[in-house]
């Protein structure tokens, strides 16, 4: 085999290690970038309690909703100490984002040919609205996104127990992650159903169970403290919208008292998330099942109160793959992550007085009027990604598939 010939049987390989370098070399570069000091101070607190106590004694000194990453925490608080300790736990994105870069290239091969998959892991290696919100501001969206779409790939393999572990492996990474449960529920279930079997859906609530048992056992957080928790987390802060442009942001505004929005809110919630599911009676095939957990991201982002900026973060890596094979949903995908960037960016000017901008262009991001064009822009985005995926043309273009 001459060179020219392994050229082109690894071009894809060579262009993806090529596109895991520059996006290392890019947070490598904005790593020192400002961000939110305050979260990156409560991570390495948290890193130094589980060093510190161990898993065992963590929550008589401490609390957090982000169970699975202690874990990672840990080795991080004993290994470092002060800045290098705060530096380490900002970076930790980094290595998540990199798997996902590699993930999705897999992932677009199965709808498009090698040079084009490349375009799923460049649209989010490369994504602003990614930077700002991992290895700028310090926070770790990437690993609940990870097993957010891993527990989608594995339902869709009918790798049942799996999808079920990475389930519960996503609901104690990030606990609105845990979202990805009610696709992978609903598609074990209708295949069950299909061969009269309920083995699908009883082996995905096996998986979820070892998985909550081995991640929530060693800190003594039993189902019913670990639910309290998210409550508690949930009405920490009774406002229509923490920073994120949805519905409630563009018609009430940040941060304001919702009372009784809020019911009217998990109301849509529900519907929304009934609606976002129907394309699942009709197919249960890897790009549907995709899909409809983009679809799950954008109803639980638009429309219920409380809804934190990053929620939408997920998005960026299940719409990737999509945009990858068809051009539409290539340029829809830039508007929307040209948009979700500038609330990240809003967020953290708001928050943060270390993250800072040109004084012009700042005090225009912060007004009422660019909350509500960015809130619009992201809500016509996901409108149209909605039809263009569920067109017939597109979304027929992979034929169902049996496990």
């Given at each position: 085999m001459n060179a020219a010939t392994w050229l082109r049987r690894h071009v894809g390989l060579i262009g993806l290690v090529g596109l895991l370098v520059i996006g290392l070399a890019i947070r490598l570069v904005v790593l020192s970038w400002p961000g939110h000091g305050g979260d990156t101070q409560i991570t390495a607190r948290w890193a130094e309690h589980m060093a510190q106590y161990g898993p065992w004694g963590f929550y008589e000194h401490d609390a957090t909703d982000y169970q699975a990453l202690l874990y990672i925490y840990w080795p991080l608080g004993a290994l470092f100490d002060g800045a290098a300790l705060v530096r380490a736990v900002k970076s930790l994105s980094i290595p998540f984002d990199m798997a996902l870069g590699v993930l999705l290239y897999f992932v677009a091969?199965?709808?498009?040919?090698?040079?084009?998959?490349?375009?799923?892991?460049?649209?989010?290696l490369l994504n602003p609205a990614v930077l700002l919100a991992g290895p700028v501001w310090g926070q770790v969206d990437a690993t609940g996104t990870l097993a957010y779409l891993a527990a989608l790939l594995a339902v869709s393999a009918g790798w049942y127990p799996a999808a079920?572990?990475?389930g519960v492996m996503a609901m104690l990474i990030k606990p609105q992650a845990g979202i990805v449960a009610l696709p992978v529920a609903v598609v074990a279930f209708i295949r069950g159903r299909a061969v009269h079997s309920a083995s699908p859906l009883a082996r995905v609530a096996v998986g979820a169970v070892v998985a909550y048992v081995v991640v929530a056992a060693p800190?003594?957080?039993?189902?019913?403290?670990?639910?309290?928790?998210?409550?508690?987390?949930?009405?920490?802060?009774p406002f229509t919208s923490l920073n994120a442009p949805n519905v409630w942001g563009i018609l009430n505004g940040y941060?304001?008292?919702?009372?009784?929005?809020?019911?009217?809110?998990?109301i849509l919630l529900l519907i929304g998330l009934v609606v976002a599911l129907l394309p699942l009676r009709r197919r249960q095939d890897l790009k549907t099942i995709l899909t409809v957990?983009?679809?799950?991201?954008?109803?639980f982002y638009f429309l219920p109160t409380r809804v934190h900026e990053r929620y939408l973060f997920p998005a960026m890596a299940l719409m990737a793959p999509m945009a990858a094979v068809n051009w539409r949903v290539f340029v829809v995908?830039?508007?929307m992550t040209a948009a979700f960037a500038l609330t990240i960016t809003y967020a953290l000017v708001w928050s943060t007085t270390a993250f800072g901008l040109p004084k012009p262009i700042e005090q225009l991001l912060i007004t009422r009027t660019a909350a509500i064009w960015i809130g619009l822009t992201l809500i016509a985005t996901a409108a149209t990604v909605a039809i263009l995926l569920l067109r017939p043309p597109l979304a027929d273009t992979e034929p169902s598939r049996s496990p």
């Open positions: 091969l199965r709808f498009t040919a090698s040079p084009r998959a490349l375009l799923a892991p460049a649209l989010y079920g572990a990475l800190l003594r957080l039993d189902p019913i403290r670990f639910a309290g928790r998210v409550m508690s987390a949930g009405s920490l802060k941060k304001m008292p919702d009372g009784p929005l809020f019911w009217i809110g998990a957990g983009l679809f799950v991201v954008f109803a995908y830039l508007l």
